[in-house]
């Protein structure tokens, strides 16, 4: 139940975010001082919860053509880089801005959506706190408007 609530409350959210910018940081900003990070099991339970993502992903018709099996290691470590520094976890996060990683997929809100449905369920199955899991997302949410295309 908890999906079905926070699926609609991130795209309210995502769709929320000023239009001016014309994109976002290369990252989404440090959230917390650690605590969170400590609350996703720190840097092995991310590493748990990108492995169950892409179990995920690779069940999901709506998306799994969007993934690359063969940069399938450097994407979920992009991820665990990208999810540790926001989290506050101390790393830094080395890959491309979301606009250039993203350009020419045609991802659509429904595919983005479909996404954060597949890590909410990641995130659910590693016991990861709901409330961590809102500030994740939260934090992430600015990303969406770099990933799909403009109207």
């Known amino acids: 139940m908890k999906s079905i609530v926070l699926v609609p409350a991130f795209a309210l959210l995502s769709m929320a975010i000023p239009v001016h910018a014309e994109t976002s940081p290369p990252v989404a900003p440090v959230i917390s001082d ?3 990070f400590a609350e996703f099991g720190g840097h092995d339970g991310l590493v ?3 492995d169950d993502l892409f179990i995920n992903i690779d069940a999901d018709v709506r998306i799994n053509t969007f993934f690359d099996p063969t940069k399938r290691d450097h994407t979920k470590a992009m991820l665990v880089e990208q999810f540790c520094q926001v989290l506050g976890g101390g790393c ?4 491309k801005d979301m606009v250039t990683a993203h ?3 045609g991802i659509q809100t429904r595919d983005f959506n479909a996404l954060v449905e597949d890590l909410q ?8 706190p709901f409330s961590a899991q809102n500030k994740l997302l939260a934090a992430l949410a600015p990303q969406h408007r770099d990933m799909t295309p403009k109207p």
Do not use: E, Q
């Open 103 to 105: 350009k020419d997929l």
């Open 92 to 95: 830094t996060y080395s890959g």
């Open 48 to 50: 748990r919860v990108i």
């Open 34 to 36: 650690g605590k969170l």
């Open 121 to 128: 369920k990641a995130m659910d199955k590693n016991k990861v």
